[in-house]
């Protein structure tokens, strides 16, 4: 469900109208041309390491939008406009469980970005991504909407590659119904799979940040862990996008009968298929909603109902290889990063899931794997925005 939109009073009203489904007389590069002052690249240094990504401008007065995971752990974010003149941004706030992150320069004057309703947007109408792929400079490319689902990713074919990543979607009449955000692609290029957050969400998310610092949303006291064909089998169960890998004592996930091992095949009568699109759902709850979850438990599937409660503060903090970790109600969250595990790729923003190949919930579990690796490098499995990998961590 997408939520209703509220914008800051200090942010300019952004008018949404229905985008023409048909090319523009005379092609695309006249609203390119118009779209172009408002797409940003974004440089990021953390010590000798460098990245690159996308954003677009939010307002004249400097605040622009982009991934998180494009400035988590920077030290250093530089935005360049197209116009080439640099400005040094600070990051204003950032939602992991989105990917959203809002900039502050401090310029005058610019050219804002125009929201169009990523609620009207239909499976096969033209899209523009706008981006710095490869760091090769602003690069436009063409295509279609190739798949949507309410309060889902936006499927395109427009080539996304990386770097792109926090730049715009664009519909015919130069509105902004996306934010450029993730590939599906074996090689790491784009294999016309491509993903966006929508407008809609990236609007109300952008308006929290700038506005309170920070979303509220729904806590359900779950560990979530991905589903692959062979968990799924060993499991005895066909489909799913998580498995539940632990449930907070006392949280609405153990009052409403949630139990480790059960796998989420639904939620709200909507099929979860894979673990980023229910990341992505369940970030849009609220405190106060009630999700009905459909779950398979040893081979039979049962319908459970969870009412979601404000997230609690972390009951504890434990540092690991520079790292700061808060355990909330048994999410381990990382706070902030340097020297070994900012050097090993830990970023704060990161959520870690497993240590030493074991599911871990709470600050105590992670003790007792960081014990048992004492002198080796322990591996930790992070989820950063919906996507997980393994990180080594010396010791």
Do not use: C
Not at 366 to 391: H, N, S, W, Y
Request: net charge negative.
């Amino acid at each position: 469900m997408i939520p209703t939109i509220l914008m800051a009073a200090a942010l300019p009203v952004f008018a949404a109208r229905i985008a023409p489904n048909l090319a523009p007389e005379g092609g695309f590069a006249d609203i390119v041309e118009r779209t172009l002052p408002s797409v940003v690249r974004v440089v990021t240094a953390s010590g000798p390491a460098r990245g690159e990504g996308s954003g677009v401008i939010l307002s004249r007065d400097g605040y622009l939008l982009t991934n998180s995971h494009v400035v988590q752990g920077a030290t250093r974010i530089t935005v360049q406009l197209a116009d080439e003149r640099e400005f040094p941004a600070e990051i204003v706030a950032a939602d992991t469980p989105t990917d959203i992150a809002v900039l502050k320069v401090d310029a005058k004057g610019l050219e804002s970005i125009t929201f169009g309703d990523s609620g009207k947007v239909r499976i096969g109408d033209y899209a523009l991504a706008i981006g710095n792929p490869f760091g090769v400079g602003t690069t436009v490319t063409l295509g279609i909407i190739s798949a949507k689902n309410e309060g889902d990713y936006i499927q395109t074919d427009a080539a996304i590659n990386p770097g792109n990543s926090g730049g715009p979607l664009l519909n015919t009449a130069g509105e902004l119904i996306g934010i450029n955000t993730a590939i599906l692609s074996p090689s790491g290029g784009s294999n016309g799979v491509g993903f966006a957050l929508p407008s809609n969400l990236a609007r109300f998310i952008m308006s929290e940040l700038i506005t309170k610092g920070r979303v509220d949303r729904g806590y359900m006291g779950v560990g979530l862990q991905p589903i692959d064909q062979v968990l799924a089998e060993a499991l005895g169960v066909r489909r799913g996008a998580a498995v539940i890998a632990d449930v907070a004592p006392g949280s609405p996930a153990a009052r409403a009968g949630l139990q480790k091992g059960d796998v989420v095949v639904a939620m709200n009568g909507r099929v979860m298929r894979d673990f980023v699109r229910m990341r992505l759902f369940v970030a849009q709850a609220q405190p106060g909603a009630t999700v009905r979850m459909t779950i398979a438990r040893q081979e039979a599937e049962q319908d459970v109902t969870v009412t979601l409660e404000r997230k609690p503060q972390p009951v504890a903090t434990t540092s690991l290889a520079g790292a700061e970790i808060a355990d909330h109600a048994g999410e381990l969250a990382v706070t902030s990063v340097e020297g070994p595990s900012a050097d090993a790729g830990l970023r704060a923003g990161d959520v870690i899931v497993a240590a030493g190949r074991k599911p871990v919930a709470g600050i105590a579990a992670l003790r007792q794997e960081m014990a048992g690796a004492a002198g080796k490098p322990l591996l930790l499995e992070v989820d950063r925005a919906g996507a997980t990998f393994f990180i080594a961590l010396p010791r």
